[in-house]
């Protein structure tokens, strides 16, 4: 039934390798479920809502929303992406939406369910399509490239390996401070995370399947004796609490929250703003999945020469589906998430990696304590050995056309430095508009890329981000 369903054969794949791939890319992101609510909560608090609650019903609403996701992806696209509530749109939500701009929880939660519409808008009127249709060629081979550095850059930040600085903005972990009590935690975490890389490299370059996965599993025992995987106290959970929360922080609100935007009591806002953080919320998104799915799909051999892949427009409206659904169950923008690329540099090819994936998200609502196990030293290695390979892709790019090249480095550059993928784009997209338009080949521009740079433009101006 696996093999009809998904054609494992057609794409060089077997159920064992997509099961493994679903274990890979689940373990890879699982820090999603903790790291969601966290910030939700904290948001919610500054404007007075109980962080307690908001925690609860955002985790209860993390598990579910990413499980109808990473569902959607498995039986409709029938291709190995996940998704999930998206970094930095969750921060975006937490401390721009509700602690700039004063909005409460339940009303931010209808400013992401009217972004959902708009995605689902756009994406059945084939507008998305086009829109990757439009993106040049040299820039969809550079998101790959950026992709591969954002994911190691992520990895060496969440291993601690790479640190804050005040001075250069990042260093290197500082390996003397063992000495340290305080330090000698974080140490151990970035030494772990470098044997976990080298176990998965060795692993790799000795041929054997499953590298990734056994990585994981390897540096979370290991962390055991170095002090870096805590076992918890106690297996139990409150799930009668959490759904309680979940039923009033957040599937209760909703609806009033999305009517009182639009009533102009209890917030400072205007139509203006409204808008703003809307398209805000729509071109993060948009970008990140595209950018994810293109980048991604081209290190799985799934992209097409035209630069398209098969199932494209299905995972797009996908997208737009989880989005929506999220906010309904009380949570931030859904988005394809970029770990899944964990599971596809373990042979994930076919929706049946994103359904093991989803199931374990489902599974998760009361499997928590053992899913927070894992370390996030255990699942950095992962991250930064997929970077590994999705840099690859840099050979392919045409570095002799100062018109394509620029615009290819700052699509690459920008995404680990400015921390998003949308961003790597936009500013790929607007130079390479800039160039051709004053290098004399305007010729070269589809009006839609420069609408999209326009947009863009105005999105940093208009909400500074």
């Known amino acids: 039934m696996l093999e009809n369903y998904f054609k494992l054969k057609e794409h060089g794949t077997t159920v064992k390798t997509e099961v493994i791939a679903g274990l890979t890319t689940f373990f890879t992101m699982a820090y999603i479920l903790f790291v969601n609510p966290d910030l939700l909560a904290a948001g919610a608090a500054i404007v007075g809502e109980d962080p307690g609650k908001v925690f609860n019903g955002v985790f209860f609403a993390t598990c579910i929303a990413s499980f ?128 976990g890389l080298m176990i998965i490299a060795i692993l790799s370059a000795r041929g054997v399947r499953g590298s990734i996965l056994i990585g994981i599993l390897a540096t979370t025992l290991l962390g055991i004796p170095l002090g870096v995987t805590h076992l918890p106290e106690s297996f139990s959970i409150n799930f009668a609490g959490q759904v309680a929360d979940f039923t009033e922080v957040s599937l209760m609100t909703f609806a009033g929250g999305l009517a009182s935007l639009f009533d102009g009591q209890g917030v400072a806002q205007s139509l203006l703003t409204l808008v703003a953080l809307v398209i805000s919320f729509s071109l993060v998104d948009m970008f990140d ?30 997208d737009a589906v989880a989005t929506t659904t999220g906010a309904m169950l009380g949570t931030s923008t859904v988005t394809t998430f970029v770990e899944s690329a964990s599971g596809i540099g373990e042979g994930g090819r076919t929706g049946l990696t994103s359904m093991v994936t989803a199931l374990l998200f489902l599974a998760a609502i009361i499997l928590a304590p053992f899913v927070g196990i894992v370390p996030t030293a255990a699942t950095a290695p992962a991250l930064i050995y997929v970077g590994c390979l999705m840099i690859s892709s840099i050979k392919s790019l045409d570095w002799f056309d100062m018109s394509e090249a620029v615009p290819a480095f700052l699509t690459i550059a920008m995404m680990p430095l400015s921390y998003s993928i949308a961003n790597g784009i936009a500013f790929g997209l607007i130079s390479y508009v800039l160039i051709k338009l004053f290098s004399g080949q305007k010729s070269d521009i589809h009006p839609l890329c420069a609408a999209l740079s326009i947009l863009f433009i105005a999105r940093y101006f208009l909400m500074g981000m």
């Open 289 to 318: 999945t595209i950018g994810t799915l293109l980048g991604t799909a081209k290190q799985a051999g799934l992209l097409h020469e035209d630069g398209t892949m098969e199932g494209m427009n299905k995972a797009l409206l996908c």
């Open 68 to 195: 109808v996701g990473t569902m959607l992806m498995a039986l409709y696209a029938k291709i190995p992406f996940a998704q999930a509530p998206g970094m930095g749109l969750n921060a975006f939500f937490a401390f721009t939406v509700m602690a700039r701009y004063g909005y409460s929880y339940s009303q931010a939660l209808g400013l992401v369910f009217i972004s959902g519409l708009l995605f689902l808008l756009i994406t059945v009127t084939g507008l998305r399509m086009k829109i990757v249709a439009c993106i040049p060629a040299n820039i969809k081979t550079a998101i790959s490239a950026g992709i591969g550095l954002f994911l190691a850059f992520l990895g060496f930040q969440n291993a601690g390996l790479i640190v804050n600085n005040d001075a250069t903005l990042v260093s290197l972990v500082n390996f003397a401070a063992y000495s340290e009590p305080e330090s000698r935690a974080a140490v151990m975490g970035a030494i772990l995370t470098f044997m």
